[in-house]
């Protein structure tokens, strides 16, 4: 059986037989992606990793309670609910802000809250404030809104949706699974890609990863380079990211 194939299993032992060596051995398989989101939380928080571990293990369990096999893995599943339990935990005892995700979001909830303020002091509302403050960093101002509201502990993960009618993680009418594998993917190779140098990344990003990639000897040609060239420098920038993905216990065809 394969890794996957062993968490299905464990997971429908632990929801249809209340298997607690089950669930055991499914939370202690999960540990990869809880450590991982403990420590996007640990820095966006100011607080200890493993502070947010038992969360981390709630959100398995809670996952195993709405687990559907014929939806797709078991893994997928519970990403929503280890990230949901996490950012809970993480609101509750710091609710400053959200876990961000991205480094430009990690920007605007860095200084999204001071230059509201700021504008508040002078006498500006707050929906103004916010919006001039979004002019300044640069961003939407709705997601500027967005951020303040979940900074302020006004918005849960029920209303993330863009139309702003929330939506249910286990609603038969989202393919959660396959989001949440796209989401986590992309969140892990944009951080192993933080390492390349700047024409590895844009190899990989424009030869590997673009919606329309292109060949290296197109890219060779643009850039001047020979295909030969341009292959060997893909070669060790994929070697990179994939030693950076087995260091937090994944590999590089989980994400295919």
Not at 12 to 38: F, G, N, T, Y
Request: glycine fraction near 8%.
């Amino acid at each position: 059986m394969t890794t996957k194939d062993r968490q299905n299993a464990w997971a429908i032992a632990a929801r249809d037989h209340d298997d607690r060596v089950a669930a055991d051995r499914l939370i202690e398989s999960m540990m990869p992606m809880i450590w991982k989101q403990a420590g996007i939380a640990g820095r966006a928080y100011r607080l200890e990793r493993e502070d947010f571990i038992s969360e981390g293990a709630v959100g398995v369990m809670r996952a195993i309670q709405v687990f559907d096999e014929t939806r797709g893995p078991f893994s997928a599943c519970a990403f929503w609910y280890i990230r949901d339990s996490i950012n809970a935990y993480g609101r509750e005892n710091w609710s400053h802000f959200k876990v961000p995700q991205s480094k430009g979001e990690r920007k605007l909830h860095e200084n999204l809250s001071r230059l509201v303020f700021e504008y508040e002091v002078q006498g500006w509302s707050t929906p103004r404030a916010i919006e001039m403050a979004a002019h300044d960093l640069g961003a939407d101002p709705k997601h500027a809104e967005k951020a303040m509201a979940l900074r302020n502990g006004r918005q849960t993960l029920s209303d993330d949706a863009e139309d702003g009618k929330g939506f249910s993680l286990v609603d038969d009418g989202i393919d959660g699974e396959r989001a949440a594998l796209e989401t986590q993917a992309a969140e892990l190779i944009a951080e192993c890609m933080e390492e390349l140098t700047d024409i590895e990344r844009k190899i990989v990003t424009e030869c590997h990863l673009a919606p329309d990639p292109i060949s290296f000897s197109e890219f060779g040609r643009r850039e001047e380079m020979t295909r030969q060239r341009v292959g060997k420098i893909s070669a060790a920038a994929l070697g990179k990211i994939g030693a950076a993905l087995r260091a937090q216990g994944y590999k590089l065809e989980d994400l295919v």
